[in-house]
């Protein structure tokens, strides 16, 4: 699972939940290493030191993780339903949540990732929320995941609110999927798990 | 106005030039280096990350800040671990430091630091080393040192499985068994450190062990899962989370792993039974499982589970827990996101039974009663829809072994899913994948499967652009010889169903005395009796009540407003792609008499679509398009259906309406009405078809159009030229006629500017065509020879066989004209 959070119009806030094997390439050896790492997800491993901007092949800068198909698939269906998009202010999260549009883009085999992968989004306001997942990954599970991050993130990062100041906080989001989403992994937590994990989270936000 | 501020940050942190980003690395280093970290360090290494996420290019940083970055990583303040970390990872760590880790402290990191090695170990010799460590990790320590250190291992372990399922060898495997059953059947059955103390001068042995709670309060009277709930947990029951989250990944792994894992290399397995054999015998009677710890409450059941090898116990254990889950999930929560829990943990307990059937079919009759009892608790509610799936992936996997009627299973998956949640988005999301995912299994065992196009494609109807493609993928599985003609009308009519959805939801979300659902023609239509019918059958469940409806007119004329609606046009999008692949597919299952219908079908077709803008053009560009594939592959076809392609050519209106149609109907007319195609092309249906082409020629080329349409297009006239000079090289009678009307086309033109044609070079290119027609048909012999469509080729020779070769013909040609 990867989690990516981003605003829906041009900007893309910067990936908190880096792919491993993304860097995995060590200097100087080209690229016949890693063939396990590399062929599940280094589909993009950045370029060598100096090297030219990415190629054709590889997603426009700053649509990561399948984020245009998602970006394109919340603007229509929110065009879809006609309904213009709920106006919150902070303090006003839970209902943002609420009302938040969400849905599934199927991320075909190769495009970006080397797998088939789902893309499970909410879109509040102009915030877009995003998980990816693998085949074998619980989607009931992840959305109630993605639902909960997200309201972690509007709620602690004052995301509902003016400013772009989010984008200097992203080591608070970072500590927050390390426990909510550790290396990545969905988990099965009841209430007193969870409650247990945020608030380390939320002592973390606190300093 | 968030997006905003965001965007100016990333361009200011990309267009930041080199001589500033070294003075911003100095002043980081030296700020580094300080023995307060505050603040400001905090925001300058928040900047650096941006900086180096924002760029495209690999930045790398100088040596020194790197070294700074890496000691930051074991800072005691977890902001800067997790700042250190993020940065780190944006870069390539220097020449020899790689793998700097991975030696023998990987288990001393914190979280943020393993990650980074993590996303930094170098090889697949590096990740199993990591692996090793981490197993020994799990070996070595039963209860001391902190918590936080061991919750951790398993995740790291599942992304290594992730990226890399074969570093993991086989002894790997057999000791991460052993300690899944540990902690996922022998956790704890007391709740963890927060048990209330006796007071003062009570110490700590007199304290009551409380026990954990099911979510409905009752105390629990079994085995701990991640469904028992208590006010702290003890360390084996955070590993119990950890290990059921990741315990299906595992099962599915660890299969592929035993099967192909040979080839692990020898050294590793070397460093790792070293590394093990100190704790373990690899025996396969399985001696460890009570060590340390783990305390044994629930055992009753296990004794004869004992004795099997450690994968096959894994699988008893997991299957036990799955039941408990399965259990467990009927009672009420009362908390609302522990009522999501029970129906996610549903959906995985499902799953991994399903998984271990697959592997050991023993176990599918002891599955099928707890399944079965699931399904019928949960079939009526569809608020369950998505546990339900995974319920029907059961039934079709083993359904057939253990002789279950999986009748019910189908009529609720492929009947009331999309026909009641066609607008749930992540139902159709997973929905459309299982049957992607068991398209030929269902295609085998389901006979509804590809009888429930019409209600399959509500979905699609609803919401095109998140599932088009999925039905890119699926759509040729319901293309078959019975249903073709009424898919075709279901897709064609995609856009009607997609507005009588919105008005159907409408209509149940407002009340008839709502403003807001007044005022709507179309709403009042799907109201009333009348019309009932056309609205039942657009909204069927099943294919086979009849093709399409008589009064197709109507409906779209009650549908006319929804032709803006978002949705509606959306939904249109779609249609013109779907119609490729339907056509695609359908010419390599149907016979001739199919394709005639399909043949007729477009033709009625063509004037019978709902009218939104661009609509009708897309879709008669698709049909020319497959008329002419369909005819060049049949050329029969045409003789087959020359009265409607007739009826269709001779309507003077169709030249203004549907050109693009209406030009290729009268090419394959011209190019395929001939005796070379077919034997029973008589001269008699030569001579009508060329009067009643010569008719709409002379029709359109002698007056002005219609008021309201524009001027033919050339294309037209050119085409029906063509045609009457093929048909008349076919029946040497005709020629003369051919060419007095391109004569007096000529002199008509030479008169000036023409009311059928305001361009001028349009003119010029129509009445140099014609004059090439002419001077063709005077040599009779060889315009036909030209004009008459070679035998199809079986065996190309181009290369060879030069006497055949086109460009002969085109260089007597060429000559015939020049010569002029």
Redesign the interface.
Known sequence: TRCTVG??????????H????????????PGA?????RS??GSRV??????E??GEASPA??EDHGGGEVR??AS??R??S?RPPVEAVPGEEALALQEAD?????L?AGDPFPEET?A?WLAV???GFTLVC?P??????A??TLR?LTRHCLETLH?LG???E??????RV??LL?RLL?????????????H?LEKKAAA?AA? | ??????????NQAREIQEPELQRFHSRLVKLLQGKELGHEA??S???L??IL??T???R?LPPELQGSLQSLLASP???FQ??S??VL?????L?GQ?GNYTQENFIQLN??A??LV???????AD?SSLCAQLLRSLESRQSDGPAASL??T???L??VL??????LTEDHVTLMSKKLVDWLRYASITQGGGAPSGGFFTGTRSRQPVPIAE?DGTVSGDFFT????????TEDQ?MN??S???L??WL?TYRSVSNGNTTADTANRLQLSLSLSLSHSFSNDDRSEVDGSVVSMVSATSSSSRLLPPKERLREKAFQYCQRLIEQSDRKAH?K??T??Q???L??AV?ILDSVCGEDAALVFRAFPCIKALFGRLSSDLSFA??LLPIAQFYLNHGEMAAVDCESVWNLVFGRFPAELFDH??LA??FL?FIRLNLESLQLRVPQYSRSFPNLLKFLAW?S??VV??FVDLLPSLVTAGTAVELLHTLLDLPCLSATLVLQVRSTCLPISEPGGRGLLSLDAFRSQSFRGLFLFLLRGEAGSGDTIDRLSTLHEMLTETAD???VV?CAQTVPVLLHIFFNTVIAIADQKLLAHLVQVMLERSSLLLNIPKYNKEIHRVFSRHLLLLCKLHPSLVVDQSHELLEFAGATANVYSKEEIYTHVVWVLGEYLSGSCDSRCSVMLITSCFETLEAVLFEITSSAPPPGADCPVPRVVTSLMSALAKLASRSHDLIPRVSLFLSKLRTVTRGGPVAWCSDEEDLVAIVTRGEELWSLLKAPGVAQSVLTPPQPVTTPQWHGDTNVAMPLQLRALTNLTHSQ
């Open positions: 605003a829906q119009h041009g900007s893309l806030f910067p990936d908190p880096r792919l491993p094997g993304r860097c995995a390439r060590p200097r100087g050896e290493l890693l063939p396990g790492l599940r997800r950045r370029p060598e030191p100096g090297a901007p990415r800068e700053g394109g698939a229509l269906s065009e879809a006609g969400g849905g599934a883009v199927r075909r789902s499970l306001q102009s915030l693998e074998h990954e619980n989607l009931l599970l959305e109630g909960n995301m003016p400013g772009s989010v984008l200097l906080r992203s080591h970072d500590a390390s550790p290396h990545e992994q969905l988990l099965f937590l009841n209430h007193r798990f969870a247990s973390y300093k | 106005m968030y997006s905003h501020g965001s965007e100016s940050l990333i905090v925001d290494l928040q900047r990350h941006i996420s924002a495209k290019y690999t790398t303040a977890e902001q997790v700042l970390s993020a990872r944006e870069t390539l760590p020449s790689e979280n943020h393993a990650a993590l996303s930094q170990a170098g090889s697949r990740l919750t951790h398993l995740p790291i599942n992304t992730t990226h890399s399922p074969d570093c979510l991640v469904l028992c709930v208590g006010q702290s947990f955070w989370v950890y059921f989250s990741m299906r990944h599915i908390k996101t522990d999501d829990l129906k996610a943990c959906v995985e799953c998505r546990v988005q992540f999301h997973e994948r919401n652009p998140a493609d999925d609606w978002p949705r959306q």
